[in-house]
């Protein structure tokens, strides 16, 4: 993707299934919701300046390493389902994350998400870990509906 500055009013942006490798979307400070569902993409590099994003989704692409997203501090939907990821990183900051979609990768920490999670702690509601080692914990359900005090769904179990 490249050659995306002229855009700079866009909001929406909807790129699945194109075979997209790298992502450049330098000028797109107005967009709010990004998808690139279903291409090549090792990386999550290229999002930076995207501050304005509030939903950004990359499931079925092959990213191992979460990067790029510390300052899309506007953030409320993330969906990273279906990659190669072994571990959250550079998340920390993003304070208004309602939905994290993290199923179907190799996480094996639920402590390790719970860290990298903390700052959006009272503000998630939604939370998929299915298929994952760490979802084979013992524990798994009621340690994130101890943590997430507002949790309200957990994969495919909601709660009341």
Not at 24 to 49: A, V
Not at 87 to 94: A, E, Y
Not at 129 to 151: D, G, H, M, Q, V
Not at 153 to 160: E, H, K, L, Y
């Amino acid at each position: 993707m490249e050659n995306m500055g002229n855009f700079t009013s866009l909001l929406e942006l909807w790129m699945g299934r194109n075979r997209i490798k790298v992502v450049n979307l330098c000028g797109l400070k107005c967009i709010k919701k990004l998808s690139l569902q279903s291409n090549r993409l090792t990386s999550m590099k290229g999002f930076e300046e995207c501050v304005a994003l509030e939903e950004l989704y990359l499931s079925h692409n092959g990213i191992a390493k979460m990067e790029g997203l510390s300052t899309l501090a506007n953030l409320h939907v993330l969906d990273v389902s279906s990659n190669k990821l072994t571990s959250l990183d550079d998340i920390q900051n993003l304070t208004q994350l309602e939905d994290l979609w993290l199923n179907d990768n190799q996480i094996e920490s639920l402590k390790g998400v719970a860290e990298a999670v903390v700052s959006s702690r009272e503000k998630l509601t939604t939370i998929y870990l299915e298929n994952n080692p760490c979802a084979k914990s013992t524990n798994y359900t009621a340690f994130l509906r101890e943590f997430f005090p507002n949790i309200e769904q957990i994969d495919s179990n909601v709660f009341p």
